[in-house]
């Protein structure tokens, strides 16, 4: 199986500042023939389910801010939000989905300072 | 506007089973795979099954293969999870999801408990 690690756990960010949440994969998940990373992200706030924010590594869902902004490729991603806002906070994680079973990071839990 | 319910959820013995539902509107049913997201009390997200977009494959966690089956109707929106030789590590919110692409998911229910205790 894939396993994606995400760094930090845990992290506070002043409102207005940037937050920036890492996910690694064990492989790639580049796929060479359409140049495409399988890579999206989700932001889980207390007590909702998941709401998928980037898709493709870098691609914002619809509605999504363009605070949120995805980077990264092969084996090596970067959630940024700049600007943060309290409505920011909650659980972070990034998912492959270029093989299954699909997995996730274990989540990074974003806290306002 | 996008709806994804769930039901089914409750209490159960070890070793018993329960069948989760799942009912979609305000979207395609029929164009989108459907999977089923589990997240233990306080833990991450496990992804658990999936069933292609018109029924014709499946897929299962090695955690629940041989135990849990998933089958859709399209002409009900509605899409089950039937869990079979329940264990306290099945305990969590079951979640299900719709992806119309590769593999990303679009869409959540608000999920229903499962808490597998004697």
């Known amino acids: 199986d894939f396993v994606m690690t995400q760094s930090p756990d845990s992290l506070a960010v002043s409102l207005g500042e940037r937050a920036t949440i890492h996910c690694k994969s064990s492989?790639?998940?580049?796929?060479?023939?359409?140049?495409?990373?399988?890579l999206a992200w989700y932001q889980q706030k207390p007590g909702q389910p998941p709401k998928v924010l980037i898709y493709w590594a870098s691609t914002r869902a619809s509605g999504v801010p363009d605070r949120f902004f995805g980077s990264g490729s092969g084996t090596d991603f970067t959630l940024t939000i700049t600007y943060l806002q309290a409505e920011d906070v909650g659980i972070y994680y990034c998912q492959q989905y270029y093989i299954s079973p699909i997995t996730f990071g274990q989540g990074t839990r974003l806290e306002i300072k | 506007q996008v709806q994804l319910v769930e039901s089914g959820g409750g209490v159960v013995q070890p070793g018993r089973s329960l069948r989760l539902s799942c009912t979609a509107s305000?979207?395609?049913?029929?164009?989108?795979?459907m999977h089923w997201v589990r997240q233990a009390p306080g833990k991450g997200l496990e992804w658990v099954a999936a069933?292609?977009?018109?029924?014709?494959?499946?897929n299962f966690a090695d955690s629940v293969k041989g135990r849990f089956t998933i089958s859709r109707d399209n002409s009900k929106n509605t899409v089950w999870l039937q869990m079979d030789s329940l264990t306290a590590e099945d305990t969590a919110v079951y979640y299900c999801a719709a992806a119309y692409s590769a593999g990303w998911f679009d869409y959540w229910g608000q999920g229903t408990l499962v808490t597998v205790s004697s």
């Open positions: 305000g979207f395609t049913f029929s164009n989108y795979g």
């Open positions: 069933i292609w977009y018109d029924g014709s494959k499946e």
């Open positions: 492989q790639s998940v580049l796929d060479n023939s359409n140049n495409q990373n399988y």
